[in-house]
């Protein structure tokens, strides 16, 4: 916390030789130091939002601990550097956060769902309601035109278990679609 330059306060009003000075209050110096510190972090931020932000987060940082940073020969070159380390730090961040975006943007890929006929909504309706593993198999067969033993391989099944789950959930359909069910 080395010495900064003189405030416009410490130029105009400077203490009589040998007097001792009158220590300011914290409430004096957040009145008198908030503008120009706003100024400069907007300065150096470029953003109004975001240098409101930094100047009171340093005159917060300058308030907890007043009883120090009050004695300084400059507390408000004191603030005034944490002002501009945290501009800095707060242009980083910026960058560094655009940068990984664009690094998001170029792996995103576009998801293609695939449309289904809107005239088999009431039969994919009853698809979804059949228990897990029929539904799976059904939909495999439907939509991927599958083999049983390729459905089987990637639900980590038997050819058989997979003609078994198909009959089931064919037969379910075959009863819910006659009777209407929805």
């Known amino acids: 916390m080395s010495p900064h330059e003189a405030t416009e306060r410490d130029v105009e009003n400077p203490a009589p030789a040998g007097a001792p000075a009158r220590a300011e209050t914290f409430e004096e110096f957040f009145r008198r130091e908030l503008r120009p510190l706003i100024g400069l972090a907007y300065a150096l931020s470029g953003s109004r939002v975001g240098a409101e932000d ?11 601990r ?3 940073i009050g004695q300084l020969e400059s507390p408000g070159g ?8 945290r501009s800095v730090s707060t242009i980083r961040r910026r960058v560094s956060e655009a940068r990984g975006h664009a690094r ?3 792996r995103r890929e576009v998801a293609v769902v695939p449309e ?4 088999s909504d009431h039969l994919w ?6 228990p897990r593993r029929q539904a799976q198999v059904v939909t495999l067969r439907a939509l991927d ?16 278990s997979v003609h078994t789950h198909l009959r089931r959930a064919r037969e379910t ?10």
């Not at 289904?116 to 005239?119: E, F, K, R, T, V």
């Not at 309706?125 to 059949?130: C, E, I, K, N, Y």
């Open 54 to 64: 930094i100047a009171q987060e340093a005159l917060a940082a300058a308030a907890r």
């Open 66 to 68: 007043w009883e120090e």
């Open 78 to 85: 004191w603030v005034r550097r944490v002002v501009a380390n």
């Open 104 to 106: 998001l943007a170029l």
């Open 116 to 119: 289904l006929p809107s005239d």
């Open 125 to 130: 309706t009853l698809v979804r309601r059949l």
């Open 145 to 160: 035109t599958l083999s049983l033993q390729d459905i089987a391989t990637i639900l980590g099944l038997s050819k058989e």
């Open 173 to 182: 359909l075959a009863r819910q679609i006659e009777t209407g069910a929805l």
